[in-house]
């Protein structure tokens, strides 16, 4: 019990079986009648919620900021429980979407304004606006009106505002979603170096997935009201568990089937498709099985080009090729009825490959994915056997 107890204290905040179910709603915003959501944030990370609009993301850092309280389940920050504590006798603020500053005020007086309740005098007030607007890349605007800045400034001066009574949480709802692509990259770059400074956890919410990996630790995706993978950004696209997953972080395309399966290889039998491969050792035991095909894996060659051993691959007629300003995206409709991509490399496309050509995109067996198929029970066709 002891060393249970030390090992929680590493963490920065641990939500066990947390459930809500908003009064007169049919189903739970978090968690269900069997179980509630559980997820340890280390100390000093930066840590994404991601998933679509409805998943739950809010309502788990207003459970955590201490805005709602759960039905069931415990919020442990820096291993004290604080679950029925108000928002001001926790060590988290939190900075929302529309990030509410004082218009009337100026920054400094914005930045300064919890202290100045908080009863800090004013030469250590002063002191702490000044570093922390620094910080933000604010310094030269302690004067300024907030009306007189662009939403990039003003986001950061909502930041500084959540940060000056250095919070042992920072929790990021949506911080960035009201700014246009450029600011928001910048702001997603100052997120990271604001981390690299500062000794706060960050718990950062949001359903954008590119903004999700270029900044998170590691990020757990939500669905409906449950946390269904916590990895590092690079291991959800490696070893992503399900087909949710898959389809949400776009990783490839997904073919459902009828699996098969020996001790270390697998097929998945869909109408017109059989895709191979092997599968990983977590995946043993589970019963409904998809496969991915990754994106970034695909390759493509002429129609009539022979089959390569140990790969998979369908042919298809090629609906668009874009470039996205790193690779070029082709996407191809195959015969057997699915939509697949391929990513390239400016020097890996050739002339040939264009709108309409019919064209074979194939992948090798080994950088084909198998997950766990989310649709699994509301399709009925998934059946397991155990002979190849
Ligand atoms: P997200 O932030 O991921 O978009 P939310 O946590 O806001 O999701 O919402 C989760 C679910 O709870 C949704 O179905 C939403 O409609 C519902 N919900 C959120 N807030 C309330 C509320 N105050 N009253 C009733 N239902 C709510
Ligand atoms: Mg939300």
């Known amino acids: 019990m002891r060393e249970l107890r030390k090992v929680e204290m590493e963490n920065a905040l641990e939500c066990r079986n947390l459930r809500k179910q908003y009064p007169g709603q049919s ?41 709602a309280e759960p039905d069931d389940g415990e919020v442990v920050i820096n291993g004290e429980e604080v679950t029925s504590l108000p928002p001001y006798g926790r060590r988290t603020n939190t900075v929302f979407q529309s990030y509410a500053l004082f218009p009337h005020m100026r920054v400094g007086a914005n930045v300064g304004f919890g202290l100045k309740m908080g009863g800090v005098g004013k030469a250590e007030r002063e002191a702490r606006v000044r570093a922390v607007l620094e910080q933000v890349g604010l310094a030269d605007f302690e004067r300024r009106r907030v009306t007189e800045l662009s939403g990039g400034q003003q986001q950061r001066a909502a930041l500084a505002r959540a940060m000056v009574n250095e919070p042992a949480i920072l929790l990021l709802d949506e911080p960035l979603g009201a700014l246009d692509l450029k600011l928001r990259r910048e702001m997603q770059d100052e997120l990271v170096r604001l981390k690299g400074r500062t000794k706060m956890t960050f718990v950062h919410v949001t359903h954008d997935q590119e903004e999700a990996c270029a900044i998170a630790d590691r990020i757990a995706i939500m669905d409906r009201g449950h946390i269904i993978q916590v990895d590092t950004p690079v ?36 109408e017109n498709v059989r895709i191979e491969g092997r599968p990983p050792a977590w995946l043993n035991g589970h019963a409904d099985v998809a496969a991915v095909l990754p994106h970034s894996r695909a390759r493509i060659d002429p129609s009539d080009a022979d089959e390569i051993a140990g790969s998979c691959g369908m042919v298809g007629v090629i609906d668009r090729v874009t470039f996205t300003g790193s690779v070029f995206e082709i996407v191809a409709r195959t015969e057997e009825g699915f939509e697949v991509r391929a990513e390239m490399s400016e020097d890996d496309t050739s002339s040939w490959i264009r709108p309409g050509t019919s064209a074979r995109i194939w992948w090798p067996n080994k950088d084909i994915l198998f997950v766990k198929d989310s649709n699994a029970g509301t399709s009925g066709q998934q059946r397991w056997t155990t002979e190849v």
């Open 27 to 67: 189903s739970y915003a978090l968690g269900d009648a069997d179980r509630g959501v559980s997820v340890d944030v280390k100390q000093g990370e930066l840590f994404a919620l991601l998933g679509p609009s409805g998943c739950g993301k809010t309502t788990t850092l207003r459970i955590v900021g201490g805005f």
């Open 235 to 270: 291991a959800l696209y490696r070893e992503p568990r399900t087909s949710y997953v898959a389809e949400f972080i776009n990783i490839g395309t997904v073919v459902r089937g009828r699996a098969q399966r020996s001790a270390d290889w697998i097929e998945v039998e869909g």
